[in-house]
């Protein structure tokens, strides 16, 4: 494809067609940029940029006669799957390609979120490219990189205010999935990242996100500065956002013109898949990117208030267990689930602040022999598994997979739209329910670790044990 370095401002919307941004920071013209660095690296990493891309790319590339960027801040709000991970992959590859000393700091909703995005799929591009051999990869929890030649790389960050505590000279900050930052975490994270780029040449930060709902107040904020940017011919934000226009039906699939990847990465058939699958919120916030003004519940709580009702008494070898750690880890619960007849029974059994009281709890509820103990796979409930493998080796404990994660969260929702569980009216049980949030999980969704643990510690529970029943009795296709 022909590249559009040195074409006019004009070009690049015209190449966008139909799928015109609602605002979008203008390329100045014949400003010096570094789109042409960015589209030969693009292909050396087997990626075909799409005109969105370009666009976002040679704005935000774009030079001072002093040689540092014109914009030290932007912001980019698309829906999901437009390939925004992408275009900051490649953004972050070049710069350290052709910068000495190019120090890229990446986080996200979570530190494995933030993980997962540099150390497992940024490098799974970098790895098979003509830039791999050059390249170094340092896995752990102990400073994890990507490491390029002339003392580059791109690492992930925990997001929080301690997360770049201790770095200094930064050049390039990406904080992606910003609406899931309450107003104090953004803030206390910004004022982390300026003294951290205090005297670095060749700065810039990145905030990326689909809109959220009205606890996004952070990302809010910055979507507002973003637009007034926009008319400011001499701003130094840069700002872009896709979304459906308002006023339209975001389930009538003929009104997705304006969304900047179908028929690049995504297909209209995607998009009518993850309709049927989401939440109404969830679907008008990640995939039509429409901001949620109201916060929608994920359980019913009208529902599960008409499933209370006395528990039957199981024997030890029927009953799974799940424990959850809180991700500030202010709080943890364990939760008991087993069958009765055709329903699930759920009872907290311990819920407590903090997580001194864990460890202890767990091996006493070992010691009665339950059918099977464990957790959802994540940062803070891998720190109790880990105690408990290096002090009592010969506990078992079962970590859900992602997808088990996902399937179990689908489930417990079921269970609870379909009557097919009996609970004993725990009060903090209840308020974990009314208050639980979900996010996105590749074309699906799972339980937000910012839930409360109990509601993660049930559905933990609930899962187990229905891994087990399936293990011991499992579907066969009979020939007819």
């Not at 040195?6 to 400003?31: H, I, K, N, W």
Request: with cysteine.
């Amino acid at each position: 494809m022909e590249t559009l370095s040195s074409s006019t401002p004009d070009a690049f919307f015209t190449a966008l067609e139909a799928a015109q941004p609602v605002y979008a920071t203008r390329p100045t013209p014949d400003a010096p940029n570094e789109l042409v660095q960015c589209e030969k690296v693009a292909r050396a990493l087997g990626i075909a940029l799409m005109p969105w891309q370009r666009l976002f790319l040679r704005v935000i590339t774009e030079k001072l006669p002093s040689g540092a960027y014109r914009y030290p801040s932007v912001v980019l709000t698309v829906p999901r799957q437009c390939g925004k991970s992408t275009a900051l992959l490649v953004l972050a590859t070049t710069r350290a390609l052709i910068h000495a000393s190019h120090k890229t700091y990446y986080t996200a909703q979570t530190n494995m979120d933030a993980y997962s995005q540099v150390i497992l799929e940024f490098w799974k591009m970098i790895d098979p490219s003509v830039f791999g051999k050059s390249c170094t990869i340092r896995r752990g929890n102990t400073a994890p990189k990507i490491g390029f030649p002339k003392e580059s790389f791109i690492s992930p960050f925990t997001p929080s205010p301690e997360g770049l505590h201790g770095k200094a000279k930064v050049n390039l900050v990406i904080l992606d999935e910003v609406f899931s930052y309450e107003e104090s975490l953004g803030n206390g994270i910004l004022g982390a990242v300026q003294p951290a780029q205090l005297v670095a040449v060749n700065k810039q930060l990145i905030l990326v996100s689909t809109k959220g709902s009205a606890k996004s107040t952070f990302f809010e904020s910055w979507l507002k500065k973003g637009r007034e940017a926009t008319k400011d011919p001499d701003a130094h934000l840069a700002f872009f956002e896709w979304a459906m226009p308002e006023g339209l039906d975001p389930y009538d699939m003929a009104n997705f013109t304006f969304h900047p990847a179908i028929g690049y990465t995504i297909q209209l058939e995607d998009v009518a898949r993850l309709a049927e699958t989401l939440s109404k919120g969830e679907y008008r916030r990640s995939v039509a990117n429409i901001q949620t003004l109201t916060l929608e519940s994920v359980l019913d709580l009208d529902k599960w208030n008409a499933l209370q009702a006395p528990l039957s008494t199981p024997t030890r070898s029927e009953v799974a267990i799940g424990y959850e750690v809180s991700y500030d880890r202010s709080r943890a619960a364990i939760v008991a689930a087993w069958k009765h007849e055709k329903r699930t029974h759920i009872k907290v059994l311990a819920t407590n602040k903090g997580t001194s009281w864990l460890e202890a709890a767990l091996l006493q509820i070992h010691e009665s022999q339950p059918r099977v103990m464990g957790a959802d796979r994540y940062a803070q409930n891998l720190v109790i598994a880990d105690q408990l493998a290096a002090d009592y080796p010969d506990i078992p404990l079962v970590l859900l997979k992602p997808e088990s994660a996902k399937t179990g969260a689908a489930s417990f929702k079921a269970k609870i739209e379909d009557g097919a569980l009996t609970h004993e009216g725990h009060l903090s049980m209840r308020q974990a329910v009314a208050s639980a949030e979900s996010r996105p999980m590749g074309e699906g969704w799972v339980f937000s670790h910012k839930s409360e643990p109990e509601l993660l510690a049930a559905m933990t529970a609930c899962r187990l044990l229905d891994e087990i029943r399936a293990e011991s009795n499992p579907f066969t296709m009979v020939a007819e």
